[in-house]
């Protein structure tokens, strides 16, 4: 009832104000979107890079098979240019190739904004088929997800941010974040980039829902560059301290600190943190730093000492040796 509650009083004041449904975070960190224009992008980017079978792409996305059927049949007279305009992107990230990235950030202001003429003429005559046989759909499941997570943010939202601020020894970024609630993001279920600060959240990813999902999003806020960047320079500075080498421990900091703290703020619920539910924790190369790191995280400090013990825990075995995620 509280979820219902408040996703209704929050949609009904979006209406009014914007044609893309949004809603405040009850303290204010976040600002969630629920935009059919930034979710037809993200569903003609995985669609095109399905229909590319001839290249070999890293990270696909496998559509659900009601999209994929829609875009095929229903929808195939409106929206089939949506591969050919986007073919320019299928082999680019979302996150990481600023033209593409470029595409998701025009798009929060409307379709009038793309300067790439292909795409903004294919999602424009796609749009209305998109909104007769798929929104619905998408638009229940963002609103779900949604729910969920503003439920969660009720009780716990302050003492996430506050926690965050603190552990990690930086300020919260402008407030509020923006957050795209999606029918599909990228491999990983969810991306960030920054500036300005923007979390992109996918709503069709099974394993990450409840608890988890309330992790994943201070998780993805973790990830801007207010946060990030200190997490990088002290996980890189206490390595080097060691002599290790080792390109992805600092984001296992990132996913065992954020763990962590949602463990503790949600220690009622019994939360097991992201990493150890799905299996990051024992991957091949990532394995003793998250054991280096449980074994001394709890000890204290700011991020600096935290992280120079974890390094000085993993130095018997890592030292000299280069390991790449």
């Not at 965050?164 to 491999?187: E, K, Q, S």
Request: proline share 5%; charged share 20%.
């Amino acid at each position: 009832m509280i979820r219902q509650a408040l996703l209704g009083a929050a949609m009904m004041i979006a209406a009014a104000t914007s044609s893309a449904a949004s809603v405040s975070s009850p303290q204010g960190h976040f600002a969630f979107f629920i935009d059919p224009w930034v979710a037809l992008h993200h569903l003609a980017y995985h669609y095109a890079r399905e229909q590319a079978t001839t290249l070999k792409l890293r990270g696909r996305v496998r559509l659900a098979d009601a999209d994929r059927e829609a875009l095929n049949s229903a929808m195939r007279p409106a929206c089939g240019a949506l591969s050919r305009a986007y073919l320019p992107y299928v082999e680019r990230s979302l996150l990481h190739d600023a033209a593409t990235r470029g595409l998701a950030e025009a798009l929060t202001q409307g379709p009038d904004q793309l300067t790439d003429e292909s795409v903004r003429k294919a999602l424009q005559v796609c749009m209305p088929a998109y909104q007769e046989h798929r929104w619905p759909a998408h638009k229940a499941a963002s609103e779900q997800l949604l729910g969920d997570l503003l439920a969660q943010l009720v009780g716990h939202e302050e003492e996430m941010a506050a926690n965050m601020v603190r552990t990690l020894g930086a300020p919260w970024p402008d407030a509020p974040i923006r957050v795209d609630v999606v029918p599909y993001a990228n491999w990983a279920g969810a991306y960030t980039f920054d500036p300005p600060p923007r979390i992109t959240l996918a709503n069709n990813n099974a394993e990450v829902s409840g608890c988890l999902a309330f992790e994943l999003l201070f998780h993805e806020a973790a990830h801007t560059a207010t946060f990030g960047r200190p997490i990088v320079e002290a996980t890189h500075a206490a390595l080097t301290a060691h002599g290790i080498r080792h390109e992805g421990a600092w984001h296992a900091v990132l996913f065992h600190a954020v763990g962590s703290i949602t463990s503790n703020v949600l220690r009622e619920a019994g939360h097991t943190p992201y990493a150890t539910a799905l299996g990051l924790t024992q991957q091949t190369g990532n394995r003793d730093v998250y054991a280096a790191l449980e074994a001394t995280w709890h000890l204290g400090g700011n991020l600096r000492e935290r992280t120079q013990r974890m390094a000085a825990a993993l130095a018997p075995r890592q030292r000299d040796t280069a390991v790449k995620d």
